[in-house]
Structure formats: C-alpha cells, structure tokens
C-alpha cells in the first residue's frame, strides 16, 4: 500500500508513502538509500524512537499516536543521532528534510492517511522509491 499523507488544513506532507510494519522492513527503514525524494516518506509502525546511524542525509521525523495525532515533531535530524522514546507513540513518519517546516505541521495535528494502490512489486533495475537514480 502506497500512502498520501496530509494535514488536517490540506497541507500534502507526501503522496507516496511507504509503510514499514514487518520486523525486517522496521530495521531497514532509509538504511542504504541516498536521499528521500520530496513528496515520499516511510510510515514505522509499532516505533516510538528511531536512529540515523548509517544514513547520510538529515529526514523530518513526526511521532504519532494511535489516531495519527503529532506527538513530537524533529527538523531536520541530522545522520547518525538517536532520538529517546516518546511516549505514547505508535508510529513514526520520516520526510525529506524540510517538509514540516514547509507544511506547517504543529504538535497536535492529526495527519490523514489515504491508501492507493502500490506501484508494480518489480521496478526496473537500478531504481528505488527512496533514492535518486545512479
């Protein structure tokens, strides 16, 4: 399932989103991508706390409840940090770095999550939904 996320006034915060439930997708995560394009992020759910060891570019993070309300909002968190759990958190959205600042997100939003077919399970070689092409 491919997600549009967006804000209670209308603000798009991405128009394909991923879903990461499964134990291996949650401990991927952005492991090995090289940039989070605009317009995508990775929904982690159960999560309440993340990292970004490995990774080299900063992401947006939001913390969300069970009714997708922002519990905790991060600009711009740079690679190789650890946030502390929050609590009361389900899930955890991760965006390109920027966007929440450009949306307007505050703690308190409930964001909506719209579902939409997911794109064809085999893409062609050398592309990947969260990185630029080589």
């Known amino acids: 399932m491919v997600w549009e996320i967006s804000t209670g006034s209308g603000a798009v915060l991405a128009t394909d989103a991923r879903q990461a439930t499964s134990l291996r997708d949650r401990l ?46 991060i600009e711009s968190l740079p690679p190789w940090r650890a946030t502390l759990p929050v609590p009361r958190a389900r899930g955890v959205l991760e965006l390109p770095a920027g966007t929440v600042r450009a949306a307007g997100v505050r703690i308190g939003d409930v964001l909506h999550f719209r579902g939409r077919l997911s794109l064809p399970a085999t893409r062609p070689s050398g592309t990947d939904f969260r990185s630029e092409n080589p």
């Open 28 to 73: 991927r995560g952005l492991l090995g991508t090289r940039a989070l394009l605009p317009g995508h992020g990775l929904h982690i759910e159960p999560c309440s706390s993340i990292h970004t060891f490995f990774m080299a570019y900063p992401i947006d993070v939001l913390f969300l409840d069970r009714e997708a309300r922002v519990l905790r909002a």
